[in-house]
């Protein structure tokens, strides 16, 4: 069966069109050759851009429609504000409604997409989203999203403040200083036992919170600031986010994994490199998406609201979504008709060969059953 694709480019209810005219919401809708599916899956990330993702072709070639959709923050994650994405993603919702003859919409959440989409849907079954802090108010466009029928997590963290903060590095002294360190709570000191202690193990996350319960009183009180001197943000700058004990210690949350490994290969090497996720961000982006205290990126309370069916799909390999991370999810869903599936394979599912396609056919036959 082959595909057909096409370019999606929309209006966004929260900010205009790119001066060199690109639209802001953005996406490739596959579909088979010829035909008008009446049941789509719409993906979306945080800030990674899903319009060619991996499961686009497989599940279209299986006779469902697949829309990889980008809010105006793809590639631009310094800068997300979470009632401004779901205003975006409610426009592709629509579009599959109102223009591609889709009768049944299935919310995927990939990756860190998962908190994004259940808080989506969530959004759309009781509007909950508050301002964050020095914001007087969320945008309207985000208080009438059209709800989905279906929902899937596949490989999917339990929200953007939870995976941050337990990727981190809390042995940091200074925020300024990429290479201070406190040696007492050094993950990669030569000297360190490893299995790590369950003593160090909580300490170390506990050390974990409270570096980001800093930044956040720090963000606060720099928004105070620039404020009051006639400002609005600024960008900062964050060190040494690939930490997690569990891409160190095969021991702790076991899987299938290799270890040591995290989605940017060695950990301490990353750990000190400038790629990764939150590395960049505007003060109130950093409210928005990291803060364990006041961003509403935590997929737990939105799970809660979730009751269409749900599909929870893990990968026994995965370097960075953990067993407990997945059992999180599956707990906080209300969902009656609530099915887990386990594959075989890394977070993307491109070490074994075959695990997208079993990944499209475990989708597709599940999005079939409902239909």
Same mark, same amino acid.
């Given at each position: ?9 929309? @209006? +966004?209810?929260?900010? #205009? ?14 579909? @088979? ?17 899903? =319009? ?13 429609? *697949? ?5 105006? *923050?793809? #590639? ?13 993603? !409610? ?19 990939? +990756? ?24 007087? +108010? ?32 809390? =042995? ?7 290479? +201070? ?6 993950? *990669?000191? /030569? ?14 996350? /506990?050390?974990q919170r409270r570096r980001n319960d800093r930044i956040t009183q720090w ?8 404020? !009051?001197? #006639?400002?609005?943000?600024?960008? *900062? ?30 950990? /301490? ?31 737990? @309370? ?68 409902? =239909?």
């Amino acid at each position: 069966m082959t595909v057909e694709r096409e370019f999606v480019g929309l @209006p +966004s209810p929260v900010v #205009g069109r790119a001066g060199a005219g690109g639209h802001p919401c953005q996406g490739v809708y596959y579909r @088979p050759r010829g035909s008008k599916p009446d049941v789509a899956i719409i993906a979306t990330h945080y800030n990674i851009d899903f =319009s060619e993702h991996y499961l686009a072709d497989l599940c279209a070639t299986r006779g469902v429609g *697949f829309l990889g959709w980008n809010t105006r *923050f793809r #590639g631009a994650e310094p800068y997300f504000l979470l009632d401004h994405a779901v205003a975006d993603i !409610a426009v592709g919702v629509r579009w599959l409604r109102e223009q591609a003859g889709v009768e049944r919409v299935v919310l995927l959440g990939n +990756s860190g997409g998962g908190s994004l989409m259940a808080a989506y849907q969530s959004q759309s079954v009781q509007p909950n989203l508050e301002p964050e802090y020095g914001r007087a +108010s969320i945008v309207h466009a985000a208080m009438e999203l059209p709800g989905a029928d279906l929902y899937i997590s596949l490989a999917a963290h339990p929200g953007r403040p939870e995976v941050l903060t337990n990727w981190m590095d809390p =042995s940091v002294i200074s925020e300024d200083d990429p290479l +201070s360190v406190d040696p007492t709570l050094d993950p *990669f000191d /030569q000297e360190r036992e490893i299995p790590f202690t369950k003593e160090f193990v909580d300490r170390y996350r /506990q050390a974990q919170r409270r570096r980001n319960d800093r930044i956040t009183q720090w963000a606060r009180s720099e928004i105070d600031r620039l404020v !009051a001197a #006639g400002h609005h943000d600024r960008l *900062f700058t964050t060190p040494r986010l690939w930490a997690d004990l569990r891409m160190i210690d095969g021991s702790i949350d076991p899987n299938n994994r290799e270890f040591p490994s995290c989605y940017l290969g060695e950990p /301490q090497r990353a750990n000190y490199g400038i790629y990764g996720v939150g590395t960049v961000s505007s003060l109130r982006t950093w409210l928005s998406m990291w803060s364990l205290s006041d961003s509403q990126c935590n997929a737990a @309370p939105h799970l809660a609201r979730i009751k269409i069916p749900a599909l929870v799909v893990e990968a026994d390999g995965d370097s960075g979504v953990f067993p407990s991370d997945t059992r999180a999810i599956v707990d906080a869903l209300s969902s009656a008709d609530l099915t887990t599936h386990t594959l075989e394979g890394d977070h993307y599912l491109r070490d074994r060969e075959g695990a997208r396609e079993d990944a499209a056919e475990l989708i597709t036959n599940w999005v079939k059953d409902r =239909s």
